[in-house]
């Protein structure tokens, strides 16, 4: 079998981990600036960094609606804290001009935890994984709606933080920074 090409969005923010993992696994990892990148891609990763930014640099890419197409139709996606914001339907304290793509039917809140604990760790059992993960939380949103048809995969003490509907996966934290990589393999395996 031909190892699956995932495409690693690219504009801002911690899209380098996600590669390094993704080739570590065994798949073939691109780096998504442009629509011809996309184009090539089998999943795309949405990763952690300011979902202010990242949608900014959509519209400017160009990538914005070819992304959007690719997500309407199936794309398998994985997005992280900032991408889980820009997976959302609906985006709380966001700026009024950010986009999202509603792949996930949650309604999301930027920067829920305050200042004084903008980063942290915690350790969450995931529906299916086994052993808790090590999931670390950097100005993380917080999940505050979760419509019909989307899986809650874990929880945290301020609610859900791991959500799925079809192929498109949003979490709250930075599942490269951990160290642990069962997510990554979960979300290849799937492909
Ligand atoms: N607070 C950021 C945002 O609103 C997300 C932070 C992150 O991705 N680590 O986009």
Do not use: K, W
Request: aromatic share 4%; proline share 6%.
């Amino acid at each position: 079998m031909v190892a699956p090409t995932v495409g690693v969005l690219a504009l801002q923010g911690a899209f380098a981990a996600h590669a390094a993992i993704f080739e570590r696994l065994g798949a073939r990892a691109v780096e998504v600036r442009t629509p011809g990148e996309l184009a090539a891609a089998d999943a795309l990763v949405i990763p952690g960094g300011e979902s202010t930014t990242i949608s900014m640099l959509l519209e400017r890419s160009g990538l914005l609606e070819p992304v959007r197409d690719r997500l309407r139709g199936g794309l398998p996606v994985l997005g992280t804290c900032a991408g889980m914001i820009l997976l959302a339907s609906e985006v709380l304290d966001g700026r009024p001009d950010q986009h999202c793509f509603g792949v996930v039917d949650i309604g999301v809140r930027r920067n829920a935890y305050g200042t004084q604990v903008d980063s942290f760790e915690a350790s969450i059992a995931v529906e299916g994984l086994g052993a808790p993960f090590p999931a670390v939380f950097i100005r993380a949103p917080a999940v505050e709606q979760v419509g019909p048809g989307v899986e809650v995969l874990a929880v945290a003490d301020a609610g859900p933080v791991l959500c799925r509907s079809g192929a498109a996966t949003a979490a709250a934290f930075h599942p490269e920074l951990s160290g642990d990589d069962r997510l990554h393999a979960r979300f290849l395996s799937e492909l």
